[in-house]
């Protein structure tokens, strides 16, 4: 079925000791769609991701990804699924000892039956796919500046030619110019890809340039989820702060920029 959603997250609650983070909690991810989860600072946003790759267990929910309950599939039957997702992490979570290459290597070295020839021939691929040069293969995690550990980063999660891909605060940290080439870099991918993203972030440039809708956390659920221009006019009161307040004015496209007045 098309329409089926290819993440389905169903009464997701969530809790650690005294602190309920998700309640009764339900989210739909449609097929090709990007996806913007945001919310406030501890509102959640990054237990619901670790939570649907799994390195979270909730306390009760059902959470589906392409068919398969993750909860309770069999180690090979999540092992197949697992193969059909990348990951990146905020900091790039990359492995310091080794270079961009093998770290792009990681994941394929771990899943995939291929001799090294084709291995290292996918890995440079990918890292030409995320506008690094092939040279950057050689170097190590700390050689690199904060915007090439992101494309590195997003370089391994392409890895295994995923359907769907998770990132938590793609454009933190980087500067308003990096920030806008790494949001058209993930648009780009993901029209060329046919991706589904999951996107978790507080930058509301990179849900104009990137989300096709955006999922709100607040109250311990998806409060509601729509496009930006819907989520503008709903009544709550982070919502609307979030995106009706001066930033969320100055990253709209067409705003004109402020006036002499206004910066004086
Ligand atoms: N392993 C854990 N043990 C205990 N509490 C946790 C754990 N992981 C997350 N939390 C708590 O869960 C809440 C939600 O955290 P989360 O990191 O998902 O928030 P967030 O919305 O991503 O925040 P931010 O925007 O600041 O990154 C926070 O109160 C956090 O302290």
């Known amino acids: 079925m098309p329409d089926d959603p290819i993440i389905k997250v169903r009464n997701l609650t969530n809790q650690f000791g005294k602190t309920v983070v998700h309640q009764n909690l339900d989210l739909d991810v449609m097929r090709g769609e990007v996806l913007g989860v945001v919310g406030a600072s501890g509102s959640g946003k990054s237990v619901l991701l670790r939570t649907i790759v799994g390195l979270q267990k909730p306390s009760v929910g059902q959470i589906t990804v392409l068919g398969t309950d993750v909860l309770t599939a069999d180690p090979a039957r999540l092992n197949a699924v697992v193969n059909r997702w990348g990951v990146m992490f905020q900091d790039g979570a990359l492995f310091s000892s080794l270079t961009v290459r093998e770290n792009v290597e990681a994941p394929m070295r771990e899943r995939l039956n291929v001799d090294p020839a084709t291995r290292t021939a996918l890995a440079d691929l990918r890292i030409a796919m995320v506008g690094l040069k092939q040279s950057a293969g050689d170097l190590y995690p700390s050689d690199l500046s904060?915007?090439?550990?992101?494309?590195?980063?997003?370089?391994?999660?392409?890895?295994?030619?995923p359907e769907i891909l998770f990132l938590d605060e793609p454009t933190a940290g980087l500067d308003p110019i990096g920030a806008s080439d790494f949001d058209a870099l993930i648009k780009a991918l993901q029209q060329a890809m046919g991706l589904t993203i999951f996107l978790v972030t507080h930058d509301l440039d990179t849900l104009h340039a990137t989300c096709d809708r955006v999922a709100v956390l607040a109250d311990r659920k998806v409060l509601v989820t729509g496009t930006m221009a819907?989520?503008?006019?709903?009544?709550?009161?982070?919502?609307?702060?979030?995106?009706?307040?001066?930033?969320?004015?100055?990253?709209?496209?067409?705003?004109?920029?402020?006036?002499?007045?206004?910066?004086?």
């Open 146 to 161: 904060g915007g090439m550990r992101k494309r590195a980063g997003l370089a391994r999660a392409l890895s295994m030619d």
């Open 230 to 264: 819907e989520l503008r006019r709903v009544d709550h009161p982070w919502v609307h702060d979030y995106f009706n307040g001066p930033r969320a004015h100055a990253a709209q496209p067409g705003t004109p920029p402020p006036s002499q007045k206004d910066l004086t």
